[in-house]
């Protein structure tokens, strides 16, 4: 054990270099995918049969192949003519991270929006709303409401993709803990690696909880962030009122 934490000491600085790696591929990837969620989500819905087309061929597409195929596409063949296009390496992680999971997010906002009750809907069209109106005054905060639990569970497993990014040379978290485990033994250096990304996800869930909190709170739904974080008060009696 003495010895694991001696090696462990030496690589510190080489493992928070491959932590900043993987924290700069899952913010950076999570905004991209974000953004693609919104305008595929929203183009998904479109009354245009092209552009409807468009976003479900997209969202198809990136859903139905793997993740690591797509990197290795994107790093090994846009290089290669007729393409001639050579993308470094983090944002070649960036752009897989954020087209792949951006589909899945895309998925979750069209059928949020529609989860949205037709009351509400009708609401806008006696309110004399315009489209944009409607939609980003009304429907678009109750369905940011509804979407955050699955976009949670989709940053969480965007988190976890970034583990593949190694394989295009990108030295990332996983990539430090192969190297730790030469200097060490396997149960040591992987069990450290569960545990620094279960630590990051949990961040990642309490942040995003904390959004759900506000959204809900913006619509009175819930109670405001403040009271929801703190710990429930107790009255003489011992009973939380």
Known sequence: MTENLEALQRAL??????????????????????????????????????????????????????LLVQLFFLFFVLPLPPFNLELPPVFVGILGLGLNYGAYGAEVVRGSINSVPRGQWEATTALSLSRTQRMWRVIFPQAWALM???????????????????LI?????????????????????????????????????????????????????????????????????GDVP
């Open 169 to 237: 040379t990108i030295v990332d978290l996983t990539a430090q803990l192969n190297k730790l485990r030469i200097d060490t033994d396997v149960f040591f250096a992987y069990s450290l690696g569960l545990v620094i990304y279960f630590v990051i996800a949990y961040i990642l869930t309490i942040a995003m909880n904390a959004l759900e909190a506000r959204a809900k709170h913006r619509l009175g739904q819930g109670t405001r962030l403040r009271e929801a974080v703190a710990a429930p008060t107790v009255d003489a009696e």
């Open 148 to 166: 955050i639990p699955s976009l949670t569970n989709l940053l969480i497993q965007l988190l976890k993709g970034t583990a593949v990014v190694y």
């Open 13 to 66: 600085p080489h493992l928070l270099d491959g932590l900043l790696i993987t924290v700069e591929l899952t913010v950076g990837g999570a905004l991209l995918a974000f953004v693609i969620a919104i305008a595929l989500g929203l183009l998904a819905r479109s009354g245009n049969i092209l552009l409807r087309g468009f976003a479900r061929t997209v969202i198809e597409v990136f859903r139905g192949t793997s």
